[in-house]
């Protein structure tokens, strides 16, 4: 099977602060990609306290996580990106 490469971005919320990390990943074989991206944003910080339709909070709720956007790209795209993210 060919390797599906996808870039994913992580919206970050902190009381008024709102930060954006993005990073690549290849997708597991058998892995659907919005299942996938909603994984990683719910253990984006390791020490997840609850999650609901408005994101994952973490830390007693101070820092919440979104997955903001994820998208299958070329593996050209991925090599050229992963020398910058």
Do not use: C
């Not at 994820?70 to 991925?78: D, F, G, N, P, V």
Request: no cysteine; aromatic share 18%.
């Amino acid at each position: 099977m060919k390797k599906r490469y996808i870039l994913l971005t992580v919206k970050i919320q902190n009381g008024e602060y709102q930060y954006y990390a993005q990073s690549l990943h290849i997708l597991p074989k058998g892995k659907q990609i919005l299942a996938y991206g909603e994984a990683y944003a719910k253990d984006f910080y390791g020490n997840f306290s609850w999650g609901d339709s408005n994101g994952y909070f973490f830390n007693g709720g101070e820092v919440a996580t979104t997955l903001d956007n994820i998208k299958y790209i070329t593996e050209a795209e991925y090599n050229v990106l992963s020398k910058f993210i």
